[in-house]
């Protein structure tokens, strides 16, 4: 580390907001290090859209399957099938993609460094100070004008740096990544190679959903809840056994917090600016994140060089206003959908009921694969509120 005194930027995580923040930085031609301490996965389906392949030129080479139809499957088993109109859904192995976008950010420059973050600290000259582990290595530092937090939810730079960093809010998730059956069909595993299953069902998670995704050669099959009590393990157990399931072989298995609210601020005011979920961007009810952990990295990579450049701390403010200027609306949807519908079964039924509808179907798969809440049909906006309203008055049929 001491070929390199300085750093212009140091980012701490190698997932898919760290190392697209890496890769974006040293494109621009700043000194980069990415401190990532590797050997990490969380739960994840790995659903990716085709606007995410496009924005961050995602070669389709790196999909392990594509899903074409969405599943939604209600508290009473009532199966609604979303077809993904004259496109899909691609779904990368998490292990596989976060690699391959670290190693991009290496060949556009950033210096890769294997370790655990440790501290934050300022040298007498006021220029922070990163300290980490270095495994059979021990401890270590670097300075550095700017240092991207991208080390996951209750992110450890956020929490040292970042006011108000303990307001977030989360779901705790668990998977488990089982081989795909050989044997599929109506007695059989329950699954489809092209298709995402979605559980809406209290005895799954009483605020969240089960879910089973197809990986190629493996599934995720996993839920989340923010209620401690409640246990993922014994749940994905029972959306094991009523898929068909129970007797695939397990590979691993993953849990992890995840946070569905975006932190109050993302910066420290001086030289610390926060990405992916170290700064709660995952979508509140649907639990995405790969798109919006690579946009929040993208968004910090600009005002860390920014900040680089003219030595204003207030650039990095302009990563959160970004983002939440793009996406502040969806997510506010989104949270108000999820308080909503996932409240208890009844709802979950009404809600699984609505899915039913094309208007709804064909705007869901608008707004997912594009980012963007679509404005251009007012009409089926409309009938769409219509609907609702009724589902919410219980006059419509479920």
Sequence with gaps: MNSRPVFDVVVVGGGPAGAT????????????????????????????????MRDFDIPESLLVARARCARMISPSN??????????????????QFDEWLRERA????????????????????????VHFSIPAGGPASVRARCVIGADGARSAVAKQSVPGSDRGKFVFAYHEIIRTPEDRGDDKADV?????????????????????FPHGATMSVGTG????????????GRLRLSSGLG??????????????????????????VLAGDAAGVVAPASGEGIYYAMLGGRLAAEAACEFVTSGNPKALKQARARFMREHGRVFWVLGMMQWFWYRNDALRERFVAICRDKDVQQLT???????????????AHLKIFVKDVAHLLGVARV
């Excluded at 009532?78 to 292990?95: A, H, K, N, Q, T």
């Excluded at 694969?369 to 251009?376: A, C, G, I, S």
């Design 247 to 272: 007797s695939a072989e397990t590979l691993r298995r993953e849990g992890a917090p995840i946070p569905l609210k975006p932190l109050p601020r993302w910066d420290d005011g001086h030289d610390v």
């Design 192 to 212: 489809d190679p092209e298709r995402c299953d979605v559980y809406y069902r209290g005895s799954l998670s009483p605020d969240f959903y089960g879910w089973v």
């Design 365 to 379: 798969f608008d707004a997912y694969m594009n980012k963007r809440l679509v404005r251009k049909k007012p009409m």
């Design 225 to 236: 809840s923010a209620d401690k009590g409640f246990s993922l393990r014994a749940a994905v």
């Design 106 to 129: 290496a060949g556009a420059g950033a210096q890769r460094v294997r370790g655990g973050f440790e501290s934050l600290s300022r040298d007498d000259d006021g220029m922070r100070r």
């Design 78 to 95: 009532r199966r609604v099938d979303m077809p993904i109109e004259g496109g899909y859904v691609g779904l990368v192995d998490r292990e």
């Design 21 to 52: 923040a890496a890769h974006d930085a040293a494109r621009r031609g700043l000194s980069v290090m990415l401190l990532d301490r590797g050997g990490r996965i969380k739960p994840c389906g790995g659903a990716i859209p085709p606007r995410l």
